[in-house]
T-cell receptor, first 115, second 111 residues
């Protein structure tokens, strides 16, 4: 297992277009998290899954955002009708249910630029 | 509501110096605390994880300490190298399965 994989690494899109990002977690991890990081800030929590169930969504996640994790494996994050304010790094992380020992493992992120 | 602060925001040191990065948090009831490194435009690399029952963790030239009662953690980097230049982020898990991050310390080690 090579860790948490995210695709694409970079995405440039025009305002109003829809984009979808993919995250493949570490296979043994049953929890998956999405975070967003804007320039000069720390990552902020967006949502998390335990297996295929989405258990919490931040208020940062507007109606234009949707995340799925079918079959409890990979996850997708879709942004509809993108706005310039959506430009950020989108980070995915995964963990065991008991994260006490190992904490989180993050992927390399997807950098979104909305022009 | 948990808040995490990192001081200083930026630091520039000559190669070979020992340095300390600070992280403070407002709610001492934490589950664990994790230090990450982030290179420009890249994802987060885990450096050290300190469980709530631990006082410190060490990995190579890095040592992280945790004082829950005072709401503080420090990351000590010994004999700094230019390759250590990066942003260092502190993240606190308060048992709600989501991390609260500080805004990071941008470190530059000059050759």
């Amino acid at each position: 297992d090579t860790g948490v994989s995210q695709d694409p690494r970079h995405k440039i899109t025009k305002r109003g277009q829809n984009v979808t990002f993919r995250c493949d977690p570490i296979s043994e991890h049953n929890r998956l998290y999405w975070y967003r990081q804007t320039l000069g800030q720390g990552p902020e929590f967006l949502t998390y899954f335990q297996n295929e169930a989405q258990l919490e969504k931040s208020r940062l996640l507007s109606d234009r955002f949707s995340a799925e994790r079918p079959k409890g494996s990979f996850s997708t994050l879709e942004i509809q009708r993108t706005e310039q304010g959506d430009s950020a790094m989108y980070l995915c992380a995964s963990s065991f249910q008991d994260r006490y020992v190992h904490g989180y493992t993050f992927g390399s992120g997807t950098r979104l630029t909305v022009v | 509501k948990q808040e995490v602060t990192q001081i200083p925001a930026a630091l520039s040191v000559p190669e070979g110096e020992n340095l300390v990065l600070n992280c403070s948090f407002t709610d001492s009831a934490i589950y664990n605390l994790q230090w990450f490194r982030q290179d420009p435009g890249k994802g987060l690399t885990s450096l050290l994880l300190i469980q709530s029952s631990q006082r410190e963790q060490t990995s190579g030239r890095l040592n992280a300490s945790l004082d829950k009662s005072s709401g503080r953690s420090t990351l000590y980097i010994a004999a700094s190298q230019p390759g250590d230049s990066a942003t260092y982020l502190c993240a606190v898990d308060s048992g709600t399965y989501k991390y609260i991050f500080g805004t990071g310390t941008r470190l530059k080690v000059l050759a």
